[in-house]
């Protein structure tokens, strides 16, 4: 499986917002964006927490500023 880099990542921002991917990637939150494209990866001896193609895509999506509700 191939995973978004966080240069890709700044190139489509900088597509959608118009604001050069240079100026993005000194951006305070840019290490926070770099975090949530790893997190699809993310696994603990040898087992993926997301397996699936369709949890990978999730945790893209899930909005992680607030911590799951239990």
Same mark, same amino acid.
């Given at each position: 499986? &191939?995973?978004?880099?966080?240069?890709?990542?700044?190139?489509?921002?900088?597509?959608?917002?118009?604001?050069?991917?240079?100026?993005?990637?000194?951006?305070?939150?840019?290490?926070?964006?770099?975090?949530?494209?790893?997190?699809?990866?993310?696994?603990?001896?040898?087992?993926?927490?997301?397996?699936?193609?369709?949890?990978?895509?999730?945790?893209?999506?899930?909005? &992680?500023?607030?911590?799951?509700?239990?």
């Amino acid at each position: 499986m &191939r995973y978004l880099t966080l240069a890709e990542a700044l190139v489509i921002a900088e597509a959608v917002t118009g604001i050069d991917h240079a100026v993005l990637a000194k951006a305070a939150g840019v290490g926070l964006l770099d975090s949530a494209l790893h997190a699809p990866q993310a696994g603990f001896g040898g087992y993926e927490l997301y397996p699936e193609f369709t949890a990978k895509a999730a945790v893209l999506c899930a909005d &992680r500023s607030q911590p799951p509700s239990t």
